[in-house]
């Protein structure tokens, strides 16, 4: 993009619904971008937020690609259509944000990788915990020891129920997709897991790291949206410790001596601060991509593998068996 004579990027948005509407429409003007086109099938959605946000609406994506020769794409519509637009977006030359999950399946995910390499073009995923304040200092705690001197990570992570209707909304996919990513952006890619699920509800996973550290998860949806619960706890070597809370407080122990601490004065996992749950940071890192020419945290390939984690952790739950996490090449 020309950086010279058009500072703020151009951004286009497909979809209109309610996440986005909430998410991804009010953070793009605080994160430096300016919206110029609103895309939904649902021609009032896309009316509404082009008068509420700005831009023109349209239904058809590439009719306001046409038109508006944007800098930078957003896609926030399912697994499906991220998908399925991502490639025809990069095909244009123009790099894309698509939500999570980037995709149906770990597949379809890697062929959207290829599609980035291949065109050169940027494909990020909007894996908001990547960019969380916490998590960000939890990835420069990991990143001061050498792996060998990681131990371990626990994960404790759960929702209100899920319907599991349709299948992109079940809770391992829509929800605990989340933390799924997390752990390998924190402590590295996983070797092989074995879990145990009640049903499609439930899961305790154990994880092994290539590394060597090993981890475990508990994933649930029989608690509350209003109230979510979302405790981490990583150790290494030495009497070192990160606890981390409601992706907001944390607590660092280094050599057995309490060094560190961080209690802000809300309650964030369910709310709208931007930086604590990391919703404006990804977006602010998307765009400050687009004007610097280069990739994200959360780059596509990033995303491939940890679909390709989260289908380990599928496949194990229903096999009973420890199962191998392999990633391919682009």
């Not at 929800?175 to 509800?201: M, N, P, S, T, W």
């Not at 706890?233 to 009497?239: H, M, S, V």
């Amino acid at each position: 993009m020309d950086t010279m004579n058009n500072p703020e990027p151009r951004i286009c948005i497909v979809g209109a619904g309610a996440l986005s509407s909430r998410r991804i429409y009010p953070y793009v003007g605080l994160a430096g971008g300016r919206i110029v086109g609103a895309c939904d099938l649902d021609r009032h959605k896309a009316e509404t937020n082009a008068r509420r946000f700005a831009g023109t609406a349209y239904t058809q994506m590439e009719a306001m690609l046409n038109a508006e020769k944007p800098d930078g794409v957003i896609i926030c519509i399912g697994p499906e259509a991220h998908a399925a637009l991502a490639p025809v977006v990069m095909r244009r030359g123009i790099p894309v944000y698509t939500e999570k999950p980037p995709a149906p399946s770990a597949a379809a995910a890697l062929e959207v990788a290829r599609v980035s390499k291949h065109t050169g073009v940027l494909c990020t995923t909007a894996f908001k915990k990547r960019y969380s304040a916490v998590y960000a200092k939890a990835r420069e705690w990991v990143e001061s020891f050498p792996p060998s001197d990681l131990y371990s990570i626990s994960v404790d992570y759960c929702s209100g129920a899920y319907a599991d209707d349709p299948p992109s909304k079940t809770f391992l996919l829509d929800f605990a997709v989340h933390c799924i990513d997390l752990v390998q952006y924190l402590f590295g890619d996983v070797h092989e897991v074995y879990a145990c699920a009640k049903g499609r509800h439930a899961y305790a996973v154990s994880l092994r790291f290539r590394s060597g550290a090993v981890g475990s998860m508990n994933l649930n949806d029989g608690r509350c949206f209003h109230i979510p619960t979302e405790e981490l706890e990583l150790t290494a070597r030495g009497g070192n410790s990160i606890s981390i809370s409601n992706s907001s407080s944390y607590r660092i122990v280094r050599n057995g001596k309490e060094s560190e601490w961080r209690l802000p004065p809300t309650f964030t996992s369910a709310g709208d601060s931007g930086n604590d749950t990391g919703h404006l940071a990804e977006l602010a890192d998307f765009l400050a991509a687009l004007k610097e020419g280069r990739s994200t945290r959360s780059c596509i390939y990033e995303s491939y593998k940890s679909m390709a984690l989260y289908e380990a952790i599928d496949e194990s739950s229903r096999a009973g068996k420890p199962v191998r996490v392999e990633y391919e090449d682009v």
